[in-house]
């Protein structure tokens, strides 16, 4: 199995950094103090993971209708073998034919190893490593790769929504380091929040102009339908791209998206059962279209009520097959 670690670390250590992990996490919050900062953090995690990850335990009743989708899904290690296809919507399918993103490139390195995401349509593989390279000709140092899709794709028991079809990626906004990142560093590293506290524009302290560049870069590939980032980095944004602003319209802002971004590319040529997302309003996206995301309500939304999950039955025909697919 990919990403085994190495048994002769004991239990013990494992603990410590466990302990330490949260313990900073729990500083981090602390420190934060407004409640806005608090907020931002809890919508955007990027949890630490675990050296050990323990495999999820068998469902008692898999086969019941209303079993979630996220529950078989996340259960498959595997992909599904054959050619790649994208089944369904980015919100509401399934991958066959997956390839795994290799976890060290020239110019990437995967992070987070243990919640084993780093699988896409080879298109999207393809489009990462070509984006890599890009990025280090802006001055970038290489990307660190959060999640990509599981082995099927599907709906995943954390994080996300999209991520289903293998047309997805988020890259943090911290630059790879020059050394290879050992097992430790990539699941509990942290990333680097670029949003100021009070989320009303970028942190000048980490914010730099290569990483308008390295966006710039992303939404540049004609592969590439949308980017989501959070609001104030579309501002800045903005404030940054000078007279080249036609990128601008695939660059989205979101929730949360404040230590990474998200990109999105299109259902590759000739992929029939592939459902496409409408494309993004024209136009920069710029100014006065972005004051709904600096309201009091926006920035401090009550507590959403959260949706019924997704079951088989809310997916393409085929995605039950290949979940079922041993
Ligand atoms: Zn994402």
Redesign the pocket.
Known sequence: MRHKFTRNNSKKKVSLMLAAARLFAALVLTAAGPAGAQEKHLIDPTPPGSLNPEPLPPLKNPDAPSTPAKELFARKTTPFPGPPRSIGGYFDGCLAGAAALPITGPAWQVMRLSRNRNWGNPQLVRFIEQFAENAKKVGWNGLLVG?MSQPRGGPMLSE?K??QIGL?A?IWFTAMPDHVQSREEREFGSAIDVVAPDQRDVDPQVWTHTHTELIRTAAQDPAVVRI?VNAAIKKALCREAGTDRAWLFKVRPWYGHAEHF?VQIACPAGSEECKPQAPPRPGDGCGHELDFWFKQSTLHPPPRKPKPDLTLAGLPPACRQIVKAP
Do not use: A, G, N, Q
């Open positions: 999640d996300h999209s991520h997805d988020d989501l998200h």
